[in-house]
């Protein structure tokens, strides 16, 4: 064999060689393995007594209507019952009476139960008032057309005949004046909440919570005249008493004699 090819071959090979070392190195390490974090700490629960369905006001519970449910620790409100306070919790408050409604998963508190056996009135009725039921119309003519209906808030109206006025022009002259302000409507005939969508309720009596004065002075207006009731619009409840409009200078009375009205001036 020429020199030359000798020579073209020992230099293949020391090359094939050499790559054949560089290749047997070792392999690269593995990429380091990111480290997870550690699980929060779980939160610390309680179990409280809750609405199983939803309740409505005045309604009876028992056993079924409750449960206990897992509720976080710091979530615990005064008045919410626990089961590590009241084990037996669902039988003790079985057979109190609703004195507001519950949704399903709502906490059942003490302050919106009346203990069995109780009024449900009077565990209603907030403290230091009365509950005084007033005669209304069954078609709703003085109810605003039977469309209130229980924790609505109302003005009562009276209507009498006003006797000076009456002497004075020889014929029947009738007044209206509101003598109660924004008060609360408990009940309508039986009925102490809207059921079942309902938007019109009517009643022979509608039951108002008053105080002891206005209690006095609404039984006295029953005697001489006829009760109305005004519905409240809800923004206007609970805000207090109202400034009296002033008549106008030239208003005068509507005096009906032998069925022909006419007016006189005051």
Known sequence: MKPARLAVLAIALVAGGGAAFLMSGDEPPPAPVA?????????????????????PLGQTLQPADLRWQKWPQDAVATGYITRSASPKG?????????????????????????????????????????????????????SAG????????????????????????????????????????????????????????????????????????ITLAQKVGTLSLALRSLADSGRGPEPEEKPQADAGLTIVRFGVSRQQGR
């Open 146 to 217: 039977g469309f209130i209906l229980p924790n609505d808030h109302v003005d009562v109206i009276r209507t009498s005949r006003d006797e000076e006025s009456s002497r004075a022009g020889g014929g029947e002259v009738q007044r209206a004046e509101i003598i109660l302000r924004d008060v609360r409507v408990l009940a309508v005939g039986q009925l102490i909440q809207e059921k079942n969508g309902a938007n019109v309720v009517t009643g022979e009596t509608a039951t108002l919570a008053l105080t002891p004065a206005q209690s006095e002075a």
């Open 35 to 55: 480290q997870a974090e550690p699980p929060p700490p779980p939160v610390p629960v309680a179990e409280v007594l809750v609405a199983a369905a939803e309740l």
């Open 90 to 142: 669902i039988e003790e408050t079985a057979g109190s009476v609703l004195r507001g409604g519950f949704l399903p998963g709502e906490p059942i508190r003490q302050q919106k139960l009346a203990r069995a056996g109780s009024g449900f009135m009077s565990s209603i009725l907030p403290a230091g008032m009365r509950a005084v039921a007033i005669v209304t119309d069954t078609r709703g003519a003085n």
